[in-house]
């Protein structure tokens, strides 16, 4: 489980490990990135943080 804050929410995903590979499930869909030698941790809050900021939300 990672959560990222963005303003004044909490934004919430699961990750999980295939081989190197980082899969990455939150409210907007699931994706797969590479871990390469960093933490999966680290990858999933970075990625989780990014995505969270390009989706619009629904109004």
């Not at 190197?20 to 871990?35: A, S, T």
Request: charged residues 25%; proline residues 3%; positive net charge.
């Amino acid at each position: 489980m990672v959560e990222v804050s963005v303003g004044s929410t909490t934004h919430r995903g699961r990750y999980r490990l295939e081989g190197r590979q980082l899969v990455l499930e939150w409210r907007g869909g699931r994706i797969v990135d590479w871990c390469g030698s960093l933490r999966p941790e680290v990858v999933a809050s970075l990625r989780l943080k990014q995505l969270v900021k390009r989706t619009p939300l629904a109004a």
